[in-house]
C-alpha cells in the first residue's frame, strides 16, 4: 500500500508569490491534515479537511487555505509568501475524521520543503 | 503560548542504556497523548500513544508514563539503540466535544543521540 505522497518535496519561492502544494493520502484514506514545521515552533497544525470539507482549522492567517477533491487528494495554497513561511510543510491522512478519538494513527507524508527567498 | 512542551531539545545516550525524553503540557482538557519518531527528510512516524485513563503503556523497548497530577509524561527507550537517533515529538489531543480531533497540538521535538 502506498504511503502518503506529498509534491513537490523541495521548492523555492520569492516574496509575494504564491504556491501550492499536493497531497495524495493513503488509498480509502478519506481525512487528510496539514501541518507546519519550523525550528523555532515545531509542528503546528494548519487545517483538516473530510469529505471535501474543512473541519478543523489553526491558527494561521487567512493566507493559507486548502481544499480536497473527490478523491481525497488535498492541496494547500499560500499566497502572497513572507519569508517566515519557509517551513517543511507536511501532510498527514487517517481513515476517519477523528483518529485519535478511534486510536487510529495519523500517517504523514514526507514533506514539502518550502524557501521563501 | 506553548500547550506541549519539550524543554530538552537534545539528549545523547549511550547505546544499551536508557533514554527518557519528557513532555509537558499545560491544558488540562487533553486526554490522549501520542509519541512520533522523526528521521531527516522523512515525515513523523507514530511510536506509542497514551489515553488520560492510563498511566504506562509498553510496546516493546518503548514505554510512555503519565502523570496526570504533575501533567507530565514521558518516554522510556530502553534499550537504546544507535537506530532511535532521530527527533521525537510529544503530542496532545483534546477531548472530542463533537468537533473534530484530527489536529493534534506538538511540542517543539527533542533530539536523540544514541552513541555507540
Known amino acids: 500500500k502506498a504511503g502518503v505522497t506529498q509534491t513537490p518535496r523541495y521548492l523555492i519561492k520569492t516574496r509575494g508569490q504564491q504556491v501550492t502544494l499536493s497531497c495524495s493520502p493513503i488509498?480509502?484514506?478519506?481525512?487528510v491534515s496539514w501541518y507546519q514545521q519550523t525550528p523555532g515552533q515545531g509542528l503546528q497544525f494548519l487545517f483538516e479537511?473530510?469529505?471535501?470539507?474543512?473541519?478543523n482549522k489553526g491558527n494561521f492567517p487567512g493566507r493559507f487555505s486548502g481544499r480536497q477533491f473527490s478523491n481525497s487528494r488535498s492541496e494547500m495554497n499560500v499566497s502572497t509568501l513572507e519569508l517566515g513561511d519557509s517551513a517543511l510543510y507536511l501532510c498527514?491522512?487517517?481513515?476517519?475524521?477523528?483518529?485519535?478519538?478511534?486510536?487510529?494513527?495519523?500517517?504523514f507524508g514526507s514533506g514539502t520543503q518550502l524557501s521563501v527567498l | 503560548d506553548q500547550q506541549v512542551k519539550q524543554n530538552s531539545p537534545s539528549l545523547s545516550v549511550q547505546e544499551g542504556r536508557i533514554s527518557i525524553l519528557n513532555c509537558d503540557y499545560t491544558?488540562?482538557?487533553?486526554?490522549?497523548f501520542l509519541w512520533y519518531k522523526k528521521y531527516p527528510a522523512e515525515g513523523p512516524t507514530f511510536l506509542i500513544s497514551?489515553?488520560?485513563?492510563?498511566d504506562k503503556n509498553e510496546d516493546g523497548r518503548f514505554t510512555v508514563f503519565l502523570n496526570k497530577s504533575a501533567k507530565h509524561l514521558s518516554l522510556h527507550i530502553v534499550p537504546s539503540q544507535p537506530g532511535d537517533s532521530a527527533v521525537y515529538f510529544c503530542?496532545?489531543?483534546?477531548?472530542?466535544?463533537?468537533?473534530?480531533?484530527?489536529?493534534?497540538?506538538f511540542g517543539k521535538g527533542t533530539k536523540l543521540s544514541v552513541k555507540p
Open positions: 498527514a491522512s487517517s481513515l476517519s475524521l477523528s483518529p485519535v478519538a478511534t486510536n487510529e494513527k495519523l500517517f
Open positions: 488509498s480509502g484514506h478519506r481525512s
Open positions: 479537511y473530510f469529505s471535501e470539507t474543512q473541519r
Open positions: 491544558n488540562s482538557m487533553f486526554d490522549y
Open positions: 497514551i489515553s488520560s485513563i492510563k
Open positions: 503530542a496532545a489531543s483534546p477531548r472530542n466535544y463533537g468537533g473534530s480531533q484530527g489536529n493534534l497540538i
